[in-house]
């Protein structure tokens, strides 16, 4: 009888630990996905800019309405300066951003440009960087977290 229930309890602590490494993962991934959508937010933004005499407030309010920009929930922002930076960022990179998308509405069309083209070069740096850190999650944290419930099974057991 004891049997049996030991080894359910033995399998569900290997589970669990397998699903904290995948949630883990998943976490990682989420955050590479955050910044890859903010990447293509301001190619969006700057190919826009450059090429179509659109005001910064009706061009906020297209992107908007674009799917593949939910995840930015660019619908409560009025401004440049309200969108919120990707969650993956340091501070620094985060303030840099916000510094960044607020001047887009009082500098000239070419100076706008620029400093799209400057965020773009340090948001493609974290994706960069991002992309590698969810690869090596995928690679690791599940099976960690299967090493770790394993070990938590025996030490149990």
């Known amino acids: 009888m004891f049997l049996p229930l030991h080894l359910l309890g033995f399998f569900l602590m290997v589970g669990s630990g397998a699903g904290v490494g ?4 998943w976490q990682k991934r989420e ?4 910044i890859r959508c903010f990447v293509n937010f301001l190619e969006y933004l700057l190919l ?6 659109v005001p910064g407030e009706e061009l906020l309010y297209q992107a908007s309405l674009r799917p593949e920009f939910a995840v930015l929930h660019l ?6 300066a309200q969108i919120p930076p990707p969650s993956g960022l340091t501070e620094s990179a985060k303030a840099e951003l916000t510094r960044g998308l ?3 509405a009082e500098v ?4 706008a440009c620029r400093t799209l083209e400057q965020l773009l070069a340090l948001c493609r740096g974290y994706e960069t960087e991002a992309s590698r850190m969810a690869s ?3 690679v690791l944290y599940p099976k ?3 090493c770790l419930g394993l070990m938590a099974a025996i030490f149990f057991a």
């Not at 995948?22 to 993962?25: D, N, Q």
């Not at 955050?31 to 955050?34: E, H, I, P, V």
């Not at 000239?108 to 100076?111: D, F, L, R, S, V």
């Open 22 to 25: 995948m949630t883990l993962y």
């Open 31 to 34: 955050s590479w996905r955050q």
């Open 48 to 53: 826009a800019i450059r090429y179509q005499a």
């Open 75 to 80: 619908q409560a922002c009025d401004t440049f």
């Open 102 to 104: 607020a001047q887009l």
């Open 108 to 111: 000239p069309h070419e100076a």
């Open 136 to 138: 090596q999650a995928r």
């Open 144 to 146: 960690l977290g299967f």
